[in-house]
Structures are given as C-alpha cells and as structure tokens.
C-alpha cells in the first residue's frame, strides 16, 4: 500500500505527516534526518497498544539509548504530578534537547508526552505516532498540548508542534468500534467546516470506515482531513481567528461531557456527534441554515446509525447543566456562549458571530433537542 505524506508548514515549524500501512518502517529514516543530534529517545506508550506493534516501534529505535515508559491511559494521566514524574525521570537519564520524546498513543499520550516535551529543559524533540483514529485524524496535527486542571479539560498546556508525525494504519486494528465512531466525528465535522465534496466522498465511504475498516478509504480519509486541520493551523496557529471554526458542536460537546461528569457512557466522539446536530438544528432555528441542509444532515445520521440524541444518554434531563458547562467553556470572551453555527454543508459563521447568553440557551436548547 502506497504512503501518503501531507506537510505541515507555517512561520515557526515543519514538518511531514506520514499515512499508510507499514508507514512505521519509515520511523528510523525520518529520525535520523528531522532530529540528527538525538542520542536518546524515550518511548512513551499506551499500555493497550498491542506488544506486536510496540516490538515494531522499538525495533525502529534499536541504535538509540531508549527508556521506555508505559502508562493505563485515562484522562488521568494528563495531570500535573504525571507530568512532574516523567520530567523528573527524564533529567535523571540527562535528556537534552537534542534528545527525543516519542508519544505512541492517542490523544491523552500525544498532549501529555508533547506537554513534557514542551517543557523539559524548554523544549526537547518531539514525534508523535498516534495510535488512535481521533489523533491519526484530528489530536495530533496542529501542536496543541496539554494537561487538566480541576477545574476542566485541557486548561493548562502548551503550544509545541512534533518533528514528524506517523499514521499506522495497524495501529487501528486493535481499537474497538465506539473509538472508531470517535475519529469519525472529527472527519465529519472537517467536511461539514469546510468542504461540501468531501461530505459527498463520507456519504459514499461511512460504512467502508466505522464497519469494513477499509485501509485505502480509511487513509484516504485521514489524509485530507489532516489536510483541512493543517490549512486551519496554519492561517491561525494561537485561534486568534479561523482556528476557533474547528470547535463547530464542540461547544454542546463539553457542555455535554461535563453534564455526565465525564462518564464513559456518553465519550467525545458520541458528544461531538450530537454536538454537531444541535448546532445545525440552532442554526436552522436562527434562519442559518436551510431545511433542506438540515434534513441532509439528519438522515445522514439516521442512516448510519449515528449518535443523534440526548436522551438515550438521559441527558435531555440535564439541559440546564449542559448550558452551564457551555458558559464556562474557555472559548467564551464573555458572559455569552460563543458558538459556530453552519450556513450550509462546508461553510460556518465566522468565530465571534454568534454570541448567545446562557438565559437565551436554556430557551433555545428545549426547543431543538
Ligand atoms: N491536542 C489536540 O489538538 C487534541 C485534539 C482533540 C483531542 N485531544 C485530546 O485527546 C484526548 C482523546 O484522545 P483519543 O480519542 O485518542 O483517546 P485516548 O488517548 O483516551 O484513547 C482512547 C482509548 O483507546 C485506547 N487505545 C489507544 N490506542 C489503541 C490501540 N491502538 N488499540 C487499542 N486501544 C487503543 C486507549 O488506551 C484508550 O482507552 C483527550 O484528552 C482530548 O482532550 C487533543
């Protein structure tokens, strides 16, 4: 199978995505031309990844000193004290910054080991080999890194990018369905932000994606969605502007999440999904967008079974507290709940357009679940 390769490139960093089956075997190469100074390289895995496939990331690393660290993924891990551990270890093993961190895992491992990286000695290599469809597709393009504070997700981080990030594609076999359908939400809010065909390819592809796992489909669709991600970062890196459109449904998407306090009953991906539907059902209820877009989306959901509801998560109990976690969202400028709305299929409102006040959403919120 053909490797396919996207470039990331704005004023301060640049570096190639990888994309295929087998694109790990690129790994020893890559490394030796993007950090030729390293000497040592620590390894940091999630434990779920197959020992097949960590035997084969090692292997890419033999003629390095390598320290391998293996962590029980949740949202955890990205904590402060983890954080200081791994720092702590690493100065003990005198990395510098010619040295290398290698997250393998999705996004938890990919914020949390590009946060030490960001931080160690100010600044030591990073590449990222994301095991997980959500950071093939979305978490680990774009140089967002990043812990938890108890007071929500991702609060305190960093903006680093990687040296180099490979896509293996094996690395998909082993992940449960709930966690493909996660990857997935991200592609389908790539299209619907910015590229009508690419809907019309999704529509075509969704069951070769989420239930055959098509390889060449799969690859095809990580690769231009790292591309729409990449022309967002690039024009925007900081979200002064056009990288907030990237939060469309993301904002009921952690109103969501936090109104279930987290739980793995309802996860990202499924929040994102429902996300997306309520914020293009508020846009057709502000006379954003049309039925007939409306309707298109809908059915889409429908027929591929799609999460589309909060009530199978009981959560149409919860609007009030869904709201007041929109309001606390660190995308807010203001009191107002900041949102991006759709016009039509791959065209949004601009960021800062739409502002609504909580009181307005509690309102608005009954009408469209
Ligand atoms: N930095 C960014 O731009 C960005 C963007 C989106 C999300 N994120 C962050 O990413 C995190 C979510 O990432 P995620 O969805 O990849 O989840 P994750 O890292 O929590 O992984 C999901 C589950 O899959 C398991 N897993 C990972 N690889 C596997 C494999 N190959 N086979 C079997 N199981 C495997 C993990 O152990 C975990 O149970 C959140 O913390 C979110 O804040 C960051």
Known sequence: MKISKTN?????????????????????????????ETKKVALIFDKRIPNKLKTKVKQQ???YEVHTYQFFVDEKLKSFKNVNQLNEELIKKNFNRNDLIVAIGGGVIGDFAGFVASILKR????????????????ASIGGKTGINSSKGKNLIGTFYQPKLVISELSFLKSLPKREMI???AEILKHAFISDKKFFNWIEK????????????????????????????????EREKGDRAILNFGHTFAHGIEAA??????????????????????LSFHKKICSISTLNKIINFYKINNLPNSLKKYSLNKKL???VEHMKSDKKNKDSRINLILLKNIGKTTR???????????????????
């Not at 987290?262 to 059902?281: P, R």
């Open 320 to 322: 009030n507290r869904i």
């Open 182 to 184: 996660c990857g997935f």
């Open 61 to 63: 690393v033999s003629n």
């Open 260 to 281: 279930s306090n987290f739980s793995k009953k309802v996860n990202h991906g499924e929040a994102v999904l429902i996300g997306m539907l309520l914020a293009t059902k």
């Open 351 to 369: 960021p800062n357009a739409v502002k609504l006040s909580p009181k307005k959403m509690n309102l608005l919120i009954k009408k469209i679940i």
């Open 205 to 236: 592809n969704t069951k070769k994606i989420i239930e055959q796992r098509n390889n060449l489909i799969i690859n095809s669709a990580i690769l231009k969605s790292c591309k729409i991600k990449i022309s967002f970062v690039t024009r925007d």
């Open 123 to 138: 600044g030591v290599n990073f590449i990222n080999l994301p095991s997980t469809f959500l950071s093939q597709v979305d």
């Open 8 to 36: 990331f490139k704005n004023n301060s960093a640049k570096y190639s995505i990888f994309i295929g089956l087998g694109a790990i075997k690129l790994l020893r190469k890559q490394i030796g031309l993007v950090c030729p």
